[in-house]
């Protein structure tokens, strides 16, 4: 197993040459020395973990911590926060004002401003996290008076079943919500993060106006 590593990991980055695009490495299942050579060799700085338990695991072990961006993009249980608040650069899978009282609550006990994405549950599925679209203006209106948290994109995990067709619309509803709401703020769209594509998805994401993809599989081969 985790043979070809380096050479994906070299594939994609020739996918999203030249793009706006950062790679996200979805290390879930992936043992902490497999990840290191993905830092080492393959010049990952970007990393992100479902679990709070996994990450909490591996954290100790992984290398270049100075340069590496630590992401949790899994849904994250208020009793959790507390764990992983002082490793986390950003937690891209925020979808209720609870969770959000919580990440300031903790932040501000360690005098961080946490950086947050929202999840939006764009294809409506009971199952899945994030919250639906029209809420998505109360849930950032929330978090812009929480001294210790700041609002920095969107997340979405569209539905496995979607043809292309329909992925390519999510994520184009994606791009227009993110433009939406951030016109309200009167800000600039570039400053903020709008993370969507996966791995058998990440092209088409890019083409919605992705720039952050997460990509676990097609790096690190398919988890049992
Ligand atoms: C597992 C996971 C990914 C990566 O999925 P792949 O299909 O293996 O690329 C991306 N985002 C989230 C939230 C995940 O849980």
Not at 133 to 158: K, Q, Y
């Amino acid at each position: 197993m985790y043979e070809g590593v380096l050479e994906n990991i070299q594939k994609i980055n020739d996918d999203i040459k030249g793009k706006n695009v950062t790679l996200l490495a979805v290390t879930k299942t992936v043992p902490a020395e497999i990840i290191n050579r993905a830092i080492l060799e393959g010049g990952i700085r970007y990393i992100g973990e479902n679990r709070v338990q996994e990450l909490l695991s591996k954290y100790d072990a992984l290398a270049k911590k100075d340069e590496l961006h630590v992401h949790l993009i899994g849904s994250l249980q208020t009793n959790k926060v507390k764990y992983i608040i002082d490793k986390v650069e950003l937690i891209q899978s925020v979808d209720s004002v609870r969770l959000v009282d919580e990440i300031e609550k903790q932040a501000a006990k360690i005098g961080k401003t946490q950086d947050i994405l929202i999840e939006v549950n764009i294809g409506g599925e009971q199952s899945k996290g994030g919250i639906p679209p029209e809420t998505l203006p109360d849930l950032i209106r929330h978090v812009s008076i929480c001294a210790h948290v700041r609002w920095r994109g969107l997340m979405c995990i569209p539905p496995f079943s979607a043809s292309e067709e329909q992925l390519s619309q999510y994520f184009c509803s994606m791009r227009k919500l993110l433009v939406d709401n951030v016109n309200k703020k009167l800000d600039n769209i570039d400053s903020y993060i709008l993370s969507m594509g996966m791995s058998h998805d990440y092209k088409i994401a890019i083409e919605a106006g992705s720039n952050m993809i997460r990509v676990g599989s097609a790096i690190f081969g398919n988890r049992k």
